[in-house]
Each structure stands twice: as C-alpha cells, then as structure tokens.
C-alpha cells in the first residue's frame, strides 16, 4: 500500500499547469484492489499443499 501512497504524493506534488500533469484517478483504484487482492492471495498460499501433492505423486509412480 505504500505505492498507493506515493501515487497520492506526487499527484498533489507535480502541478506545472500546460506542461504536465498528474490525475491518478482509476488507476490509483485499480491498482491498490490488485495489491490487496495479491496479499489475500499471499495470506492463503500454503506452500506445505506442494509438498503432499509431490508425496502423492511419487507414491503412485
């Protein structure tokens, strides 16, 4: 969430009027619905299913 954050920051932060400027907008939601959804996905890998499905693989060859 920090990238989030950071997105925030240099939106209020670069303002040069004709030259250039920054509207996060949708993108800024997009994107932290990405972040959490990759971290529910961290949350619920569990690396120890891996390991029994090779158990079971090398038990029937």
């Known amino acids: 969430m920090v990238d989030v954050l950071v997105v925030a ?4 932060l670069v ?3 004709l030259l250039m400027s920054v509207y996060p ?3 800024a939601l997009v994107f ?3 972040v ?3 971290m529910l996905a961290a949350i619920s890998f569990d690396p120890r299913l891996l390991w029994v ?4 693989t090398r ?3």
Do not use: H, K, P, Y
Not at 9 to 12: K, R, S
């Open 9 to 12: 920051i240099l939106a209020a």
């Open 15 to 17: 303002r040069f009027g």
């Open 25 to 27: 907008g949708v993108g």
């Open 32 to 34: 932290a619905a990405v």
């Open 36 to 38: 959490v959804i990759t």
């Open 53 to 56: 499905q090779q158990a079971e």
């Open 59 to 61: 038990r029937d060859v």
